[in-house]
């Protein structure tokens, strides 16, 4: 499958970053990379001062074992330098960058962003980058494995594993928080 520009969608992914504040008005910056077709959060980096060689080192966390997409997409932040080109050529990954000035070409991380932002780090007082990846580590996981998506026909990135059990009549649903509450995943008891 491929898509405008001509790459393939199935592997291809995004890398962003956001900015978060913390309750002492520090500066914590979060790394994505999300694959592109499914909407999936691959990986997720906290740090207080992310540099070239962090971003680097995030990338050879997040394609392991040569599991990388084929292509990357990018915005022109500084943070992506010298260091994580290199380890995207070694990954035979191909580093596209989005055009200045132009907030559509990399809409799914935005919206991504904005997720994030609405669902957890607007309710939550984050105090240092362990919390912040702890919270930003729940929602991943709820995102991925809970929430259904409009733009993939509502389903959802990681589907369920293993075979689905026949529904009781007399089940019961039960609610699991997530985020202390501020979201919850349903599911029939046994």
Known sequence: MRGEAGIELSRS????????TSLFFRSLFAFFIIELKSRRVI??????????AWTAQQLREATAYGEGPKYLIRDNDCKFGVGF???A?????EI?????HAPRA???????????RRAGLDHLLILHEKQLHRMLTAYIQYFN?????????????EPKAGPLLAERADGEVIS????????????LSA
């Open 176 to 187: 699991y928080p997530v985020l202390g509450g501020l979201h919850h995943d349903y599911r």
């Open 89 to 93: 050529k070694t990954s035979n990954i």
């Open 106 to 116: 990399n809409a799914i991380c935005e919206r991504f962003l904005g997720r994030v």
């Open 96 to 100: 596209l960058k989005t055009p200045y």
């Open 85 to 87: 080109a290199r380890v």
């Open 145 to 157: 494995r809970v929430r259904p998506h409009q733009g993939i026909k509502q389903q959802i990135p």
């Open 13 to 20: 992914g995004l890398a962003t970053f956001s900015q978060a």
């Open 43 to 52: 990986h997720v980096g906290v740090t207080r001062n992310p540099t070239d």
